[in-house]
């Protein structure tokens, strides 16, 4: 047997391990979605810090799902770090609306290190009233019970860190929707894949919900100032206390606004680029995961060895797989129906950012070129041109 046919064999079980990998997130994406939602036995006031930067899209109807939560008694703080931006309408508007709701609007051009978005929550941390606190990035939108959902798994002495999940909505245009379905059908899926494994490490800036001793334990928000995986960093820490990650079965939706192929490849490979400082073995080896890329492999190999049908035979079972999963994710999450084009072109994307992702160690953000160390810190570089 010679090289080319036992590479052609290779990639062809390569691309079935892929393909099971798939199929078992894609269950377990199903079976998250059908845990019933926490009810706490107690409803203390909470206070949620809402960093923000920009009049990002959907941005007054992402902050209303907040204002409209059904929750005894909660404030929301949001902060802006520019005088000049556009935020600061949105937000006086909407506290001219709700004026039964306890707001406050914190501008505060004070930086406190290379994550700006840190640097943005310390200083509205000042502002906080209660006990609980509620992080959650400027893009998010929240289901009615959000709060109580989060409430009730803060419940308890031992309680850590609660979480959630996102899915990607708000989709227009061509990038936009593959950056919909890199959330969709290859974040969130890959989360609840590692938790059949075991891990429990995952933490999203989506929701950070914890007390207010607890964060003081960690050593504040400031320790996390230069990470630029500060929701990694700050559920890392609080694993070090001994305390749970918990993940919320309330999944939350973030807006993707991506309008062109520069901005979703600056914005995955800087995800991707921390993730693999992080945890480089890990990352490395997710690449496994994409079963259609490792078919078109197969198949360019397998003719090359005169094996047409070994080839073929993996690139129906890649796609065949693909979009049975593409539906039971879809419907899971409550989404319309992903074509399968868009899922194939989503799993080659994804393999080719993900081997970019080991060329370099720079990352833009908010118009910044930043280098990322083996820690996940920040070290700035320059403003781009």
């Known amino acids: 047997m010679d090289i080319v046919t036992v590479l052609a064999i290779v990639f062809a079980l390569v691309t079935a391990v892929g393909a099971a990998a798939l199929a078992?997130?894609?269950?377990?994406?199903?079976?998250?979605?059908?845990?019933?939602?926490?009810?706490?036995?107690?409803r203390p006031p909470i206070t949620i810090l809402k960093p923000l930067c920009g009049a990002e899209a959907e941005l007054a109807d992402n902050l209303r799902s907040f204002i409209r939560q059904e929750y005894p008694a909660f404030q929301i703080v949001f902060g802006v770090q520019n005088p000049a931006d556009p935020a600061i309408a949105v937000v006086e508007r909407l506290i001219a609306e709700n004026p039964g709701?306890?707001?406050?609007?914190?501008?505060?051009?004070?930086?406190h290190g290379t994550n700006l978005k840190v640097g943005n929550l310390l200083n509205t941390l000042s502002r906080a009233k209660h006990d609980l606190l509620v992080i959650a990035d400027s893009d998010i939108r929240v289901p009615p019970g959000y709060l109580d959902a989060v409430a009730a798994d803060l419940e308890g002495p031992g309680a850590g860190l609660v979480t959630c999940l996102y899915t990607g909505r708000g989709a227009e245009g061509p990038w936009a929707r593959l950056g919909v379905a890199f959330i969709n059908h290859g974040f969130l899926p890959s989360v609840l894949l590692g938790r059949l494994t075991g891990?429990?490490?995952?933490?999203?800036?989506?929701?950070m919900a914890l007390s207010r001793a607890t964060l003081d334990q960690l050593g504040g928000l400031e320790r996390f100032r230069d990470h630029l995986a500060d929701d990694y960093a700050l559920g890392?820490?609080?694993?070090?206390?001994?305390?749970?990650?918990?993940?919320?079965?309330?999944?939350?939706?973030?807006?993707?606004?991506?309008?062109?192929?520069?901005?979703?490849?600056?914005?995955?490979?800087?995800?991707?680029?921390?993730?693999?400082?992080?945890?480089?073995?890990?990352?490395?080896?997710?690449?496994?995961?994409?079963?259609?890329?490792?078919?078109?492999?197969?198949?360019?190999?397998?003719?090359?060895?005169?094996?047409?049908?070994?080839?073929?035979?993996?690139?129906?079972?890649?796609?065949?797989?693909?979009?049975?999963?593409?539906?039971?994710?879809?419907?899971?999450?409550?989404?319309?129906?992903?074509?399968?084009?868009?899922?194939?072109?989503?799993?080659?994307?994804?393999?080719?950012?993900?081997?970019?992702s080991f060329c370099g160690t720079t990352v833009t953000w908010r118009d910044a070129r930043y280098r990322v160390d083996s820690e996940g810190r920040l070290h700035f570089c320059g403003e781009e041109s």
Not at 24 to 42: D, K, Q
Not at 199 to 207: H, I, K, L, M, S
């Open 24 to 42: 078992v997130s894609a269950w377990a994406v199903s079976r998250f979605r059908a845990l019933p939602m926490p009810v706490p036995a107690r």
């Open 101 to 111: 709701v306890d707001m406050t609007l914190v501008v505060d051009a004070t930086r």
């Open 199 to 207: 891990r429990r490490d995952g933490c999203f800036g989506a929701t």
């Open 236 to 356: 890392a820490a609080v694993r070090e206390l001994g305390r749970p990650l918990t993940l919320s079965p309330c999944v939350v939706a973030t807006t993707v606004t991506e309008r062109n192929a520069k901005d979703l490849i600056a914005h995955e490979i800087r995800w991707m680029r921390t993730v693999r400082a992080i945890e480089p073995s890990g990352h490395a080896g997710s690449i496994v995961t994409f079963p259609v890329f490792w078919s078109v492999i197969a198949l360019l190999v397998s003719l090359a060895a005169g094996l047409p049908w070994l080839g073929v035979a993996s690139l129906l079972l890649a796609l065949g797989v693909r979009f049975a999963a593409g539906r039971i994710i879809d419907r899971a999450l409550e989404q319309p129906a992903t074509p399968l084009w868009l899922l194939a072109a989503r799993d080659l994307l994804s393999a080719g950012l993900l081997l970019a």
